[in-house]
């Protein structure tokens, strides 16, 4: 028993002391960008278990620059905090920093590497993000997103509808979000209070906090062989769950599947991959089974869930606390569209409301923090090395603030995306809500309709207040690692009867 005791203690020994010698040759090698003193081996500890990092390497800026290092435990990440870097790093080096770092968790949710998001660059990535944005303009050729949007809001609102009090509006949103996403992925329109939707919601929501706060296998990664925590045990079953539904009806899907009919996403991933086995000979078509195209499904459920609900809580915090700006959007609506119900043809006629929406994902973004990336090579930016292997992030609630791109970047002005003679500018310098480069965001043509097509909806039926007394409250709650809500808040809807 003694010698065995000793021979832990002198792995243990061993392995501290190579991750520190690593750790000061790494140093020595490279000119690697500043950031704050750490403990070797346990890293910048109160960043890294921090509910909102974003904000804490923000107040950093000044004292390092826009590039800084923080180590997590033994792992280097460094983060990019202005739009000259990012663009550096994404668009003008894309291939360098395309990679995604391998993370416990993440493995483990995409099955080794299977999705989009979280799969690292190489040729089967290639061939996937191909398929499956084909498979997008697929769906959005037709008048699906826009029936199922109309069709979903509309029956929500009948609901919300209902309240004679005040009522906290995060219950509604994330109830129209998910079903949203639900008829898109799989075409199924399910009742309001549809039990089996509600398990899987709460199974996901669950899963969520618990993946996006991340588990410490994905800091020490050799621990799922020796010792698994519980709550790495916890989210492989909520894992498990989730893409057992998915499998259960993307399987329903292959067997009733024909080319010539588009139901919903899984049938357009369907059409898009049978288009690509017809037109191309790349041997690693061969490999892309049926696996690739469930983990995409999850991508896009889980990602465009999240960050839906996440972008409409806050469009819905500032519209209710901010009477005079709603009053100019409803206005908007009014004299352009009426009472009649809206489509997605009617983006050029909402510009404000646009604009509302931009400056909503601009101040109260779905991620602070962007998808980690991970560097394929030796590269560099900002003059400062980035070493092969390194995680490297861009600070999107850094980017989004900047004082040197917004004024007063903590006010709520839609104008700023407005140009001199009214037209939209959804494009100006240091706002990335999708990100950039070869890894920018999968579902951004599908986003962007959906959303302004749900603000304007609530906008044109109703009227939204705060409760008499209470003042509006726009900090937020970091929720989990680059998640961050509004305060739980209230309102008083009354119908417009336009």
């Not at 609901?159 to 509604?172: G, L, S, V």
């Not at 899963?207 to 698994?228: K, N």
Request: with cysteine; proline share 7%; charged share 25%.
């Amino acid at each position: 028993m003694l010698n065995l005791t000793l021979d832990w203690q002198t792995i243990v020994v061993s392995i501290c002391c190579g991750l520190i010698a690593y750790y000061v040759i790494k140093r020595l090698k490279f000119r690697l960008p500043p950031g704050p003193w750490c403990i070797p081996i346990v890293g910048n500890y109160p960043v890294y278990t921090s509910p909102d990092p974003y904000r804490k390497i923000f107040q950093m800026v000044d004292t390092y620059g826009p590039v800084i290092s923080v180590s997590y435990g033994p792992m280097n990440w460094v983060f990019l905090n202005n739009i000259d870097v990012v663009t550096e790093a994404f668009v003008k080096k894309q291939e360098d920093f395309a990679g995604r770092p391998q993370m416990t968790t993440g493995k483990m949710f995409t099955d080794g590497g299977k999705d989009i998001a979280f799969a690292n660059y190489s040729p089967m990535w290639k061939i996937h993000r191909k398929i499956a944005s084909k498979a997008l303009r697929h769906y959005l050729q037709g008048s699906l997103l826009q029936d199922m949007i109309q069709e979903n809001m509309s029956k929500f609102m009948d609901e919300m509808a209902k309240e004679t009090e005040p009522f906290i509006p995060r219950d509604y949103i994330n109830l129209i979000v998910f079903h949203q996403l639900y008829t898109l992925c799989f075409g199924e329109k399910r009742p309001v209070n549809d039990p089996e939707v509600k398990d899987f919601l709460k199974t996901y929501e669950e899963f969520v906090v618990h993946f996006g706060a991340g588990a410490l296998e994905d800091i020490v990664p050799f621990l799922i062989y020796i010792y698994q925590t519980a709550k790495y045990k916890q989210l492989v079953k909520q894992k498990e769950k989730l893409f057992s539904f998915i499998k259960q009806k993307y399987n329903n899907h292959k067997e009733s599947f024909d080319p010539s009919i588009n139901r919903d996403l899984m049938d357009c991933l369907l059409i898009a991959k049978h288009e690509a086995e017809s037109e191309s000979a790349d041997e690693n078509q061969a490999e892309f089974d049926d696996v690739y195209l469930i983990q995409t499904i999850g991508d896009i459920f889980f990602g465009g869930t999240d960050t839906s609900k996440t972008i409409m809580d806050w469009f819905v915090c500032f519209m209710s606390g901010l009477p005079h700006i709603q009053a100019k959007c409803q206005e908007e609506i009014d004299n352009n569209i009426g009472s009649r119900q809206l489509t997605t043809k009617d983006r050029h006629r909402l510009v404000y409301i646009d604009a509302c929406l931009c400056e909503t994902m601009r101040l109260g973004p779905a991620v602070s923090l962007g998808v980690p990336h991970c560097t394929l090579c030796d590269t560099q930016v900002d003059g400062y090395d980035i070493p092969k292997g390194t995680v490297v992030l861009a600070n999107l609630y850094a980017l989004h603030r900047d004082p040197k791109h917004w004024k007063n970047p903590e006010t709520f002005d839609p104008t700023r995306f407005l140009n001199k003679d009214g037209t939209l500018n959804t494009k100006p310098e240091s706002y990335l809500p999708f990100s950039t480069g070869r890894r920018v965001c999968l579902g951004e043509p599908v986003a962007k309709p959906e959303l302004l097509l749900m603000c304007a909806s609530f906008l044109q039926r109703f009227k939204m207040s705060l409760p008499p007394g209470v003042e509006p409250n726009f900090e937020g709650i970091p929720l989990s690692f680059g998640v961050e809500v509004p305060h739980s808040y209230k309102i008083v809807i009354k119908e417009r009867n336009v």
